[in-house]
């Protein structure tokens, strides 16, 4: 039973155009949600955050949403780069259970030139 | 800085060997953590610390998998009587604490043969 989910595997996108990456999460206890962008033979690279206190975090080019009745946040991304290209994955933390951190299995962006 | 530091890059070993992996996690990070990753699936989560202290182990799949950090800085990663199942990439992260995002090293492909 996969607590965080992302149910697209993968993403195409014109260059200039806005990418939305979608993540699902069930444990309603979660309260700190991470996006990490990860090009191939890397590790993951954290990118953006953003606490249950709030619905919108903004850095750059990267917004993250969070709608906690829908248990639902996504990563926007305006405008698209083809340097943007990689495996994006959406990851969450329970304050109350450690700080054990759980990843959803990715979705891959193509930005296309 | 330097960031977080696998080694080896890969390691190939027999089924019934035993193998470390080692990490060098950014230093003043307070905790460190391990996750392996499947192909095409995101981290999941074995084992954390904080210091020294081992805060959290209930991601180890079964008992031939252990951890340490006597010092507080340098972790390895032991699996005892390696199986063809442990094959997957090892990553290590850390992160200054609490409400910190982690930060990972390239990480160990393991291949047991």
């Known amino acids: 039973d996969q607590q965080v989910k992302q149910n697209s595997p993968s993403l195409s996108v014109q260059e200039g155009r806005i990418s939305i990456l979608n993540c699902d999460y069930t444990?309603?206890?979660?309260?700190?949600f991470l996006w990490y962008k990860k090009y191939p033979a890397e590790g993951p690279t954290f990118l953006i955050s953003?606490?249950?206190?709030?619905d919108k975090n903004e850095d750059g080019r990267f917004t993250v949403f969070l709608n906690k009745s829908a248990k639902h946040l996504s990563l926007h991304i305006v405008p698209s780069q083809p340097g943007d290209s990689a495996v994006y994955f959406c990851?969450?933390?329970?304050?109350?259970?450690?700080?054990?951190?759980?990843f959803g299995p990715g979705t891959r962006l193509s930005v296309l030139p | 800085g330097a960031g977080v530091s696998q080694s080896p890059r890969y390691k190939v070993t027999k089924r019934g060997q035993d193998v470390a992996l080692r990490c060098d996690p950014i230093?003043?990070?307070?905790?460190l953590y391990w996750y392996r990753q499947a192909l095409g699936q995101g981290p999941e989560f074995l084992t954390y610390?904080?210091?020294?202290?081992?805060?959290?182990k209930s991601g180890l799949p079964n008992d031939r998998f252990s951890a340490e950090r006597p010092e507080g800085s340098i972790s390895t990663l032991t699996i005892q009587r390696t199986e063809q199942r442990d094959s997957a990439m090892y990553r290590c992260?850390?992160?200054?604490?609490?409400?910190?995002?982690?930060?990972f090293g390239n990480g160990t492909r393991l291949t047991v043969t």
């Open positions: 992260a850390s992160s200054l604490g609490r409400g910190s995002p982690l930060h």
């Open positions: 230093s003043g990070h307070v905790s």
């Open positions: 610390f904080n210091y020294e202290a081992q805060q959290d």
């Open positions: 990851a969450a933390r329970a304050d109350n259970y450690g700080q054990n951190f759980v």
């Open positions: 444990n309603s206890m979660f309260d700190y």
């Open positions: 953003i606490s249950s206190i709030k």
